[in-house]
């Protein structure tokens, strides 16, 4: 799996080089660095790709997932509550996403996910 990642993490590399501003390369990109455990790259990834959609929910959303597994917890909540003023509506997976584990026992991560299951 790990040698898949790393060829996945290179080919992705690659095009990013070339095309810097390639919005979806760099959200995979951000996915596979969390998902190998290079958190610090994963977290540069999201920062960029919410620079280039600043009004995605999604974007915001994965950078609140980085900020908190970087124990980052009040800008994580930030980027949480931006990401679903922005329309992020999945409450099923903001339950149950291990990455927000840091956050859960956070006093305002109640109340997002209260704000979300009134939304929704």
């Known amino acids: 799996m790990a040698k898949q990642h790393q060829f996945e993490?290179?080919?992705?590399?690659?095009?990013?080089?070339?095309?810097?501003?390639?919005?979806?390369?760099?959200?995979?990109?951000?996915g596979l660095y969390t998902e190998v455990g290079r958190i610090d790259d994963g977290l540069k990834m999201d920062r960029k790709l919410v620079r280039l959609m600043p009004e995605n929910p999604t974007a915001h959303y994965n950078l609140a997932c980085s900020l908190?597994?970087?124990?980052?917890?009040?800008?994580?909540?930030?980027?949480?509550?931006?990401?679903?003023?922005?329309?992020?509506?999945?409450?099923?997976?903001?339950?149950?996403d291990p990455d927000l584990d840091p956050l859960r026992k956070h006093p305002q991560?109640?109340?997002?996910?209260?704000?979300?299951k009134d939304q929704n």
Do not use: C, H
């Not at 993490?9 to 979806?24: G, T, V």
């Not at 980052?72 to 149950?96: C, F, N, P």
């Open 9 to 30: 993490i290179s080919f992705f590399e690659d095009i990013l080089r070339k095309s810097p501003k390639y919005a979806e390369v760099v959200e995979i990109l951000g």
């Open 109 to 116: 991560f109640k109340s997002i996910l209260n704000q979300l």
């Open 68 to 96: 908190a597994l970087k124990k980052r917890s009040t800008d994580a909540i930030k980027a949480l509550s931006r990401a679903i003023d922005l329309g992020y509506t999945d409450v099923e997976w903001l339950q149950m």
